[in-house]
């Protein structure tokens, strides 16, 4: 059971550069998220999918877009990628009710230059 | 609203004394509570949690957390730390209401250990 898969672990881009990354999840999860991690600030929501088909803003949506392309997969694309946007990603699933937690993927350590 | 104070941005103990990682919450339903571990490089991984099922919470690795309503607070102790626990802790309060699920992560509490 490989629970959430993130591609790719590692990304360097040049500014103004566009990259998608990749998140898969193999247990049927209806819930999709994307935060990204800073120093001192935890994790932050960028965007997230209640079921296939919906997506929804959080808490730092600028300069991303997503797709919940079906049930497994929810991707994450910056358009053109800026310094500020240099951080780890992490993708992470879940089912529904109040009693679910939320598995993560491993990340990917996103470096703008 | 939903929020969640993690007292201690840094936290140091010597091997083999207790660990006391603090963490406060604020939320407009019936919350889960959650602590995640991160250690360096990797990603986060379920400490334990907490369903209303018991006030006192049983994790991996030694660790436990204790419900307080009132004080409304979910701190995460370990009677003896190990070199190992040296890591990130978050503490996540969780609700579901209006069809979704709402997680929100704490600023993150740095544990060192010394030997």
């Known amino acids: 059971n490989a629970g959430v898969t993130q591609t790719p672990k590692f990304q360097v881009l040049k500014t103004g550069q566009s990259m998608t990354l990749q998140c898969a999840q193999d247990?049927?999860?209806?819930?999709m998220y994307w935060y990204r991690q800073d120093p001192g600030m935890g994790l932050r929501l960028i965007y997230y999918?209640?079921?296939?088909?919906?997506?929804d803003k959080g808490e730092v949506p600028n300069g991303y877009n997503v797709s919940r392309l079906n049930k497994r997969e929810f991707s994450l694309r910056l358009e053109s990628a800026a310094p500020s946007q240099t951080s780890v990603y992490f993708c992470?699933?879940?089912?529904?009710?109040?009693?679910?937690?939320?598995?993560f993927g491993q990340g990917t350590r996103l470096t703008v230059v | 609203a939903q929020s969640v104070t993690q007292l201690d941005s840094h936290v140091s103990v010597s091997e083999g004394t207790p660990v006391l990682l603090r963490c406060n919450y604020s939320?407009?339903?019936?919350?889960?509570l959650f602590w995640y571990v991160q250690h360096p490089n990797k990603g986060l991984q379920l400490l334990l949690k907490?369903?209303?099922?018991?006030?006192l919470v049983k994790g991996i690795n030694g660790f436990e957390a204790e419900f307080k309503k009132s004080e409304t607070s979910f701190h995460l102790t370990k009677p003896s730390a190990h070199m190992s626990d040296a890591a990130e802790y978050f503490c996540?309060?969780?609700?579901?209401?209006?069809?979704?699920?709402?997680?929100?992560f704490g600023t993150g509490t740095k544990l060192q250990v010394i030997p």
């Open positions: 247990m049927n999860h209806n819930s």
């Open positions: 907490y369903t209303s099922a018991a006030t």
């Open positions: 992470a699933s879940s089912g529904q009710g109040g009693f679910a937690e939320a598995f």
């Open positions: 939320s407009s339903y019936s919350p889960s």
């Open positions: 999918s209640a079921s296939e088909g919906t997506t």
């Open positions: 996540v309060v969780s609700s579901y209401s209006g069809g979704y699920q709402k997680v929100t």
